[in-house]
């Protein structure tokens, strides 16, 4: 075997697609309308599924009388809770590292007892959607109301009905924190601040709603799948547990899905129930969710109240952070993932880019009727962030120093890496200060001060606000699997050169929007050396792609990049193996470039990929004796070095705050984010452009309003306010680059980065705006009526 030529970095090739925009592979076919979302399949025999849902927040389901609904034209099946248990078992969504969390088992449909406005009681299946419709509305269920536990503040009190007897109480998870010496920092402080922080609960509003096919096929004693997930092999792995099969007899295909943002990672009682009741009626069973139902049960997320208190010297160094959170999370902890993963993020990352080790958290997570709550994009970030940066705030206002002057005298050194964070974060390399400078340049920080002085004057209330953040992103096992999960924290990809010289892609990532299929065509065709439409990518589905984790987590470039790497290393290879026994030559000698081979030497053409691909295909025979081409190749990736791969960055708000109406008007955001190296500039600068439009959603209008019965009360996109084109500013990205050194790829994720510190900047923006009235406003969505409240208007 001739040695290996001396390959240069992906990122150093001549024809490198790494760092170039370039289009994405699915664009033609999603503008033309040719997009298969899990609505558009049909097939023979389906049957169309309707739950029949609670309309109480708690409540024992005395009886259900379905002889109406049965007689219903085209019904097939009204199935109960008790009936379809005997087909699915229940489960139950912890944790073993999350110490101390509990929860009560779930069914697919409720048993006995609903726990959340929206939790189903029956499903009604039939030949279309009307008719399940239809008959639904036949279904007579009686229940006995019993006492909803709604407010967080007081899950907690002797008095509150506990939810779960077999639990003890409505405390699903506690977590304490207790790092460097606390109370001697605060007395040792000039100013302590304290502050309440109160965020609305949301959800991801996604474009396509939930929606699974599921096929049974009692011949081949196989289930069939088809949904919009962002993690098809943990889907296969739970069918397979609770119904009773192998991995092996479930197939999972995930074709194109209308964003998901987290909602769509978890494992819903409704979707679970379609595929037991297409194994029950042994035909294919269609759900989607409508409007009315995603808001009820696709997951709620950050329904925090975090009291929180900060330390400082007259100098501006901080030398404390101290937080209680709390947080209500639904009826049951959210299964595979669980619900506390988003308090436990918190008490992780509040204090995190700064430097003081002295760092107290306490987090309570409580049960409660409402609907469930979980991981949604950011987990846990916004809320930290929020946290952080407005205490770090009011410290400056306390002490009268500049937000920027603060941050600048306790951000981490950008020389001062490799570090661990109070709560025991290990940070790789980071850029806190260099994009704090580019930050200030990018927004003219310095004249915007002076024209909001100059406006001031005239009665014109402007803000600024700065925010700075950190960013879990390429987790590892550390995540999920440590507890005892079966979600993947690897990639994989399989390269291969078809017959006629083109490469064909299989990874375990999957695509939602955000570009999955673009990073890997670019870095296999830089890799290799081919054009990026000679290369196919296939993705999402568990019978032809490597085992693997999905799209979560802002892993997709980070783990599946390097995977799609060091698998077209190989391929790559293994063609110049080939290529230099027919050519006579050594390997070293050779190079691929426009999917040709070459001279390394002088770039000069030997043989295409296609004709090497049909003599290896077709006349294997002329090859010289011994040599066995394998032109394919399979690798996994997943970080060992570093739990998470975090990045960092700074966002900036400028807004106009008009006193008298409390609306809030958005002039300009700028975002600098350092997610180490960057693959598609454009699909990086999208992503976070979409997460701070998602994050200045929750600043300013998004919140699930549940009345004191745990009615939900907005559930329609009436009344559920969501960001509109109109009022979103201009919004300027810019980036530093601190590749990780755990992958050769360099990459980290950026997928959460905008909806980490949206709110925050906005928030402090409007508390700057407002300083001339002596107020402060530390609760969001800050709506008109939170603004004149918090001015005394009304």
Known sequence: MSPKPAMLSVLDQPNSYIGKVVPRPNLDRLLQGRGLYVSDLELPRMGHVVFVRSPHAHARIVAIDAAAAKAGPGVIAVVTGEELAATITPWVGVLSHLKGLKSAPQSAIAIDRVCWQGEAVAAVVATSRAAAEDAAERVLVEYQELEAVTDMRTALDPETPVIHSSLGDNLAFERNLDAGEVDQAFAASDEVIEAEFVFGRHTGVTLEPRAVVADWNAGEGRLTIYQGTQAPHMVQNIAALHLGLQESQVRVVCKDVG????????????????????????????????????????????????????????????????IDDLTGIGPYSMYPRTSAIEANQ?????????????????????????????????????????????????????????????RRRNLIGDDAYPCVSPAGLRFESLSHHASLNKLLAMMGYERLRAEQAELRRSNIHRGIGIAAFIEVTNPSAAFYGVGGARISSQDGVAVRLDAQGSVICQTSITEQGQGSESLTAQIVGSVLGVPMERVRVILGDTDNTPYGGGTWASRGAGIGGEAALQATKILRNNILDVAAAILQATSAELDIAGAMVVNAIDGSPRIELKELARIVYFRPDTLPPGIQPELMATRHFVPREYPFAFTNGLQASWLEVDTDTGFIKLLKHWVVEDCGTIINPQLVDEQIRGGVVQGLGAALFEKCIYDERGQLTNANMADYLVPMSGEMPDIDVGHVVSPTRESELGAKGAGEAGTAGAAAAVTNAVNDALRPFGTIVTEIPLTPQVILSALGRI
């Open 259 to 322: 964003g998901s943002f987290g909602i769509k990672v978890h494992i819903y009682a409704d979707e679970m129930a379609t595929y037991a009741l297409s194994k029950l009626l042994r035909r294919p069973i269609k759900f989607v969710a409508d409007r009315i139902e995603s808001f009820n049960t696709d997951i709620h997320a950050r329904d925090h109240r975090c009291r929180g208190r900060i330390g400082v010297k007259r100098d501006g160094a901080i030398l404390a952070f101290e």
């Open 346 to 406: 918190v008490v992780n990352l509040v204090g995190g880019p700064y430097t003081t080790k002295n760092y107290r958290a306490r987090a309570r997570v409580v049960f409660q009727n409402k609907n469930v709550t979980c991981q949604y994009r950011a987990v846990g970030h916004p809320v930290a962030c929020s946290v952080t940066e407005g205490l770090v705030d009011l410290a400056a206002i306390k002490i009268g120093m500049d937000p920027a002057e603060i």
